[in-house]
């Protein structure tokens, strides 16, 4: 959390306001939130540049300041506000851990309670990001070439979801999601699912992710969008986050167990693990 989606709405959100704003100054409140400068060498390397067109890669935000480039990751708590002018509440907000002010008085304001998001300013994105698998929502992720993705391996379906080396973007929610959509349970191998199941997979993946975006996200604990706007597809998650409720589509009792250290939810009815009961 945030994952794909939210990301994905995060950077529309600033692709709105962002785009040819000058940065004045920058303000690095808890230095470990920037990840390779001081803050003084971070302010002093922003400052005058003008921000280009907000790119994501996985679940990083890519905000090009030309000649560099800032790249975000969010993590857990991460939430940023683009304010069109100052903004009392987040300007002295104990968790507000970054603020970039504009020539025009507007502003990026980057808040985390728990200091795990990370700022890169770096001269190019590929030493962030370089490592990620492929973006879930390209186009040249077919079907086929998802399917040749999953045959390289040999791991518990769920795990390898989350790795973001194999596929960039998932996270436990949309994870857990796309598996109850396709019918597989969370610990089936990998190299077990039939060609069929892959093509269910594929195409839960795709559709998930894209109506979480229509739908402005997950609001579970903290995400906001950009404009600070809650999102809204955690009111039709089927699986997570909804242990011993009825499952939407056979009215089974959702079950939660920890699979790779994560909390996992799954239908015992619709996601049957063969050899095994749940
Ligand atoms: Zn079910």
């Not at 921000?51 to 800032?70: N, S």
């Not at 939810?265 to 049957?272: I, N």
Request: charged share 25%; with cysteine; proline share 8%.
């Amino acid at each position: 959390m945030p994952e794909l989606p939210e990301v994905e709405c995060v950077r529309r959100g600033l692709l709105r306001s962002l785009p040819g704003q000058e940065i004045a100054t920058a303000r690095v409140l808890w230095p470990g939130s920037v990840a390779t400068h001081t803050p003084e060498a971070f302010a002093e390397l922003v400052r005058g540049a003008r921000w280009g067109v907000p790119d994501r890669r996985g679940k990083y935000l890519i905000l090009p300041v030309p000649p560099r480039c800032l790249v975000v990751h969010l993590r857990m708590t991460g939430r940023r506000f683009a304010a069109p002018h100052r903004d009392d509440e987040w300007e002295y907000h104990p968790h507000t851990r970054l603020i970039l002010e504009h020539t025009d008085g507007s502003r990026l304001y980057l808040r985390d309670i728990r200091k795990f998001a990370r700022v890169y300013l770096v001269e190019d994105p590929l030493s962030v990001v370089g490592a990620l698998g492929p973006e879930p929502l390209a186009e040249d992720l077919t079907a086929e070439v998802f399917d040749a993705l999953l045959s390289r391996h040999r791991r518990q379906i769920k795990p390898l979801l989350l790795d973001q080396h194999v596929i960039a973007g998932l996270g436990n929610i949309y994870a857990d999601e796309s598996l109850w959509v396709a019918g597989i349970h969370p610990l089936r191998s990998s190299d077990s699912l039939s060609a069929l199941e892959r093509v269910r997979l594929y195409k839960a993946i795709r559709n998930v992710l894209s109506q979480a975006i229509v739908d402005g996200g997950s609001t579970i604990r903290d995400y906001h969008g950009a404009d600070d706007r809650r999102g809204s597809h955690q009111q039709v998650l089927a699986v997570y986050g909804r242990r011993g409720r009825p499952c939407p589509r056979c009215g089974s009792e959702i079950i939660r167990s920890v699979v790779a250290q994560r909390g996992t939810h799954w239908c015992p009815t619709c996601q049957p693990l063969p050899g095994l009961q749940p």
